[in-house]
């Protein structure tokens, strides 16, 4: 994944651009960067964020970079933004996507011209890179982001700043956000709504799927209209999104409520079943307090999360040091813990690993019972289009682990869509054989019916594709 912001201001821009990019630390882990355009030209920095907070990194970079207008970004894979030199003149990049013929692009444009990559460690492409030279192809910016965002299979939003102003692009199909705000001295380009509000901006449009526009200090002038269909990732406001973020209308924190209230419905037990209703911090805080308003079972915080020192910034990349952690984030509560028949909720389930271990913690802890409810259906596809998972294969869902021993290799397509039906017989039988893998003492998953009725928005609008397999 990964976050954006930028800035286009009649005075310097880089108080703005700083705390509006540092707003977006939730969405990456391990790259971060800035890049100004003033009188003195371009200024860019880009800094490790694995082992230290965003503003800790760039804490110098605000006294030192100046420029009315800027792109920044928080990147969970790839250094950027770039800077590139092209027939278009000197313009920097930021992207935030997946592309999935990454390497079938990569050779024609080899073969097709002299250049050649720069690869990351790991031997990976930077897809920011990649981006830039498809746009490279075209005789202006307008055809060659199109150009780049047909290409692409996959899904691709950038930003791009130029000496003339600021091109924002949202993905073909709007899978990601790209809202703008307005004050008196200027505009701002963002990923996240709320991360402007502070700074004094109000808000001025959101981008619709496909559209580009040019930002400056003056205005925003339209480039290319927006697409009439949308597929915007409804896990934005599962578990990606912040609690204070709005997409399409309907804010982070006030879908988690409904989204809890309607597992609440479903499942209708009460003080006679179950003692408190608690949710996974940070993301399942919101859906547990929706469900237990809705069940009329108090609310409790068993464990409390430890970020002073562990924010998500600071989660390395290796899954069993991430799974660690987790762990030892969660502090327990024993008072609210022991002898409690507690009803837990986590915004997904797609390992399985760090919710066992939460699990075995509570019993540890002294719970009597475990009733666990993930606010998503199961993960039955890995994404194609905004990397939310860090999983490197479908295989590592556990909901496909079990569906391979169960089924072997070549699982058709029918098969894999009855597992999927909350209805069938095989959907019962894989939700008890997770059950019994991870420990709890009851499974329910959210229906997809139910958590697309929470987010409100038209469903033929909501990508569903991790859950379902439709595109």
Not at 44 to 58: D, G, Q
Not at 164 to 188: M, N, Q, S, W
Not at 335 to 363: K, P
Request: proline share 4%; with cysteine.
């Amino acid at each position: 994944m990964g976050g954006f912001f930028a800035t286009a201001l009649k005075n310097d821009c880089v108080f703005d651009l700083f705390f509006g990019t540092d707003y977006h630390s939730h969405l990456g882990t391990r790259r971060a960067g800035l890049v100004t355009f003033g009188d003195d030209g371009f200024n860019r920095a880009i800094h490790n964020i694995e082992n230290s907070p965003f503003r800790t990194k760039f804490e110098k970079e605000i006294h030192e970079m100046s420029g009315h207008m800027g792109i920044g970004c928080i990147s969970d894979y790839e250094p950027q933004p770039l800077m590139v030199r092209s027939h278009h003149g000197t313009y920097a990049i930021t992207t935030v996507g997946k592309i999935n013929n990454q390497e079938a692009l990569a050779e024609e444009i080899i073969k097709g011209s002299s250049m050649h990559f720069m690869e990351m460690s790991g031997g990976m492409i930077n897809a920011t890179e990649l981006v830039a030279a498809l746009i490279n192809q075209k005789d202006n910016l307008i055809e060659g982001i199109q150009y780049a965002q047909e290409r692409i299979d996959g899904s691709m939003t950038m930003l791009l700043l130029t000496a003339g102003g600021v091109y924002c692009a949202r993905d073909r199909l709007g899978r990601t956000p790209v809202v703008i705000g307005h004050k008196e001295d200027g505009f701002c380009a963002s990923f996240e709504e709320f991360a402007y509000l502070n700074l004094g901006y109000t808000d001025y449009k959101e981008l619709g799927p496909g559209e580009i526009v040019v930002m400056t200090p003056e205005g925003v002038t339209t480039l290319a209209q927006p697409g009439k269909d949308m597929k915007i990732c409804t896990f934005l406001w599962v578990y990606y999104g912040y609690p204070s973020s709005t997409y399409e209308g309907m804010s982070v924190e006030r879908m988690r409520y409904n989204c809890g209230a309607r597992m609440a419905m479903r499942d209708r037990l009460t003080r006679d079943d179950i003692d408190i209703v608690a949710g996974v911090p940070d993301s399942g805080t919101a859906h547990a307090v929706g469900y237990a308003n809705a069940s009329g079972v108090p609310f409790s915080r068993p464990f409390i999360k430890y970020t002073p020192t562990w924010p998500r910034s600071f989660m390395p990349t290796m899954q069993s040091k991430r799974d660690l952690i987790a762990r030892m984030k969660l502090i327990p509560v024993h008072e609210l813990i022991e002898n409690q028949r507690m009803l837990l909720i986590d915004d997904s389930i797609v390992r399985g690993t760090q919710l066992r271990e939460t699990t075995e913690f509570l019993y540890q802890s002294g719970a009597k019972e475990v009733h666990v409810r993930p606010a998503c259906p199961p993960i039955m596809f890995g994404c194609k289009y905004i990397n939310f998972s860090r999983s490197s294969s479908e295989m590592e869902l556990i909901a496909r682990r079990v569906i391979l021993k169960e089924e072997g290799e070549d699982v058709e397509r029918g098969i894999l869509e009855d597992y999927a039906n909350p209805d069938s017989d095989r959907y019962a039988m894989m939700l008890e054989k997770i059950r019994q893998q991870l420990g709890f003492t009851s499974l329910s998953y959210n229906r997809l019916d139910d958590m697309l009725e929470a987010v409100g928005v038209d469903r033929s609008k909501l990508c569903t594709y991790c859950w379902d397999g439709r595109e």
